[in-house]
């Protein structure tokens, strides 16, 4: 069984965004060797979030406006996390809607996705360099 | 290291709809030969899901129903997504909440499942063929 | 490759509730041996969460509030599945929102965590004895 592993470094400029991180979990498919088998890639920090959907500008948008419905991030009081000093407990929530990880399958060296699968980093407490990690096992 | 992929279709003939697929991807395992590993199963489009819960008949009046009121489908024009001539702007939500993906633990040749866990394809676009990833690893 | 197998059982004193588990995975993967791979921790239970945040007191006050308002326990006749007898439907819904497992990285023989990452346990509908499975292969 041969493992791989490797960290990916976003900054979004913005407090929430998008990013299509889909070429660099490709590269780092490659650069694993791995022909067949099981691709991790998760967010290290919880108010983050990976998933697959669409690469889709108006679907982006969507997001933000319905994440922005079901957990708002006003008022900051409302929350008890954010007694703490912070203001992001909406983030937290958020995160859990849009979940944590994906996992795809490893075929023939590809990354195994139907017609229109993207992986996203979703970032709801940006501004800041985080993190996405990426584990690839198989043979 | 064994592996091993199967790719399951799908039509469900309303927009919305439930199916149970724990017979198909048990007998993917029994193909698989596979007695210890992970067992992937993941929709391949983006507007459906895999999610574990209950085989009961109410509970799934029930989802429809909540689903509709965290993601509605009408009025189509509130999501930009749907400029594109799309309508299933609705769709790309209510998999989110569901999941794209579970992954099961594979021991003594068998999917690893508590008491009531049940494997289903949860569709929210439908009237057309549509697929479900399954993907095994392990010895 | 190695694989690892352990149930983990947890009895919630409420209706519902959140347990850090991490110490029990990290036991877990102590035991396994297994440098390097993926470790799959699901709940066993269909009303019941396994999932990844932050350990802070105030925020799970606030998931409890959250959640509660995505998916309320009362008015429990407003839920077709509790007509079986139950009156657990709200947790079925709960239980999708913050999710059915995580697959965490194996590195070094360490759960592979970015710097507040922890594993709990969520509750639904508890005051009995349920189970929570972790699944560990790799090398």
Redesign the interface.
């Known amino acids: ?1 041969k ?1 791989y ?1 490797k960290e990916l470094w976003f900054q979004v400029p913005s407090r929430r965004g998008f990013i299509n991180i889909t070429p660099q979990v490709e590269q780092c498919l490659q650069e694993s060797g791995i022909q ?3 691709c ?1 890639v ?5 108010t983050a979030s990976v ?4 690469d ?4 982006m ?3 933000e406006i ?1 994440l922005e419905k ?2 708002p991030h006003e008022p900051v009081s409302n ?6 000093g912070e203001d992001n ?1 909406d983030a ?2 958020k ?11 490893v ?1 023939n060296g590809r990354l ?6 993207q992986i996203f980093y979703g970032e709801f407490d940006g501004k800041r360099r985080k ?1 996405v ?1 990426v ?1 690839i ?3």
Do not use: C
């Open positions: 069984m493992s592993r067949e088998g099981l991790l998760n967010a290290m920090h919880i998933y697959i959907n669409d889709e500008y108006g679907l948008h969507d997001y319905w079901l957990a929350y008890q996390h954010n007694r703490t407990a937290h929530m995160r859990q809607i849009m979940g944590r990880e994906v996992v795809v399958a075929t195994d996705f139907g017609p229109w699968e993190r990690l584990k096992i198989g043979e």
